[in-house]
Each structure stands twice: as C-alpha cells, then as structure tokens.
C-alpha cells in the first residue's frame, strides 16, 4: 500500500494527539490507521526522532558524520517548505476512508521502535502495550513534514514541550552564529 495522507490533530477532550495513516490500496480505496500519542510518549518520541534524523544522515552520508545534527537543520528546513510550496500542508485531510485494518478506535501507543538502513525509508513501529501494532515506512521528507505535524499538534495543546530541530537557527542547539 502506498502513503496518502498523515494527519496529527490534538484532540482536547482526549487530551492526547490523534495520529491518522491513510493508504491507497490497489483498488484505489483508502485505509487508515490511527493512533493516540500521549504527552508522555511524546517526550520520549521526540528525542528518538531527532536520533533517528541523525542516525540516517550518517548512514546515507558518512563523509557528513560529523555534521550530521546541521545537516537535519538545513533537511527539514527544506523538506517543510517543499512541502509547503506544493500546498500539501493545505490539502484537506480525506476523510471517506473503506477500511480500518486496526478497527477505527485508535491504538494508545506505547512503545515506538526505529529500524534504518542506509539509503532507505525509515521504519516506525508504533505499538500497544498488547496486541498488534503497526509500522510505517518514511521517506527523509515525510519524516520532517511528520515532525512538523507534532510540533504544531504540540503546541496546540499547550503541553509546553520544546520540539527543536537541531541546527536550526535561533534554536538552543544552534548556538550563536556571527558572520565576520
């Protein structure tokens, strides 16, 4: 099955973000799988992300290992706004969904396990504390614009959570720059 769409919304009664995958099947039909993201897993979500963006650059560019955290900066700099510029941050959630292989109550997530290789998608497991979970596939843009999503979700919810990218200007892990 192929990504569609991602969606992360904060759901206020729940207090909790609701994550949702849709698929396109080869039927054309869409799927979804969704989620809860808690505060609590969020901040422990957060940081294995940011390992995770780390982690690929080196694995795809291990001449860069070294700047592997200004790296991710400048990627998810350009992955948001390319995502941006071909409006996809604007496009509409679809919402006539077939089919829920997971049921259409969301999963409380857990436990997040990463698995990388070079010069290939990272996979996310998201996984209950029982019973199935299940695992997606992110390219290095989907993966900043899921970043993104989080953080907005974040901040909507007022959890008071500082979901920096690293090397990110004006950000604590930027440092201060100065051009002489």
């Not at 690929?56 to 998810?76: F, N, T, Y």
Request: charged residues 20%; proline residues 6%.
């Amino acid at each position: 099955m192929e990504l569609h769409q991602l969606q992360v919304s904060y759901q206020a009664e729940e207090d909790r973000l609701l994550f949702r995958a849709s698929f396109k099947a080869e039927d054309g039909m869409l799927q979804e799988l969704r989620a809860w993201i808690t505060r609590r897993l969020l901040k422990a979500l957060w940081p294995a992300i940011l390992q995770s963006l780390e982690t690929q650059v080196r694995l795809d560019k291990p001449q860069a290992a070294h700047a592997s955290a200004d790296i991710v900066g400048m990627e998810h700099h350009a992955s948001v706004e390319h995502i941006r510029d071909t409006g996809n941050f604007n496009t509409q959630y679809e919402s006539e969904i077939s089919h829920f292989p997971l049921g259409e109550a969301p999963l409380l997530i857990t436990s997040v396990n990463f698995a990388q290789n070079p010069d290939q998608p990272v996979r996310i497991n998201l996984a209950p504390a029982s019973g199935d979970g299940f695992e997606l596939a992110f390219t290095m843009v989907v993966l900043h614009g899921f970043c993104s999503l989080l953080r907005d979700a974040a901040k909507t919810a007022e959890w008071d959570i500082p979901l920096e990218m690293p090397g990110a200007i004006g950000s604590p892990a930027s440092g201060s720059r100065r051009l002489n």
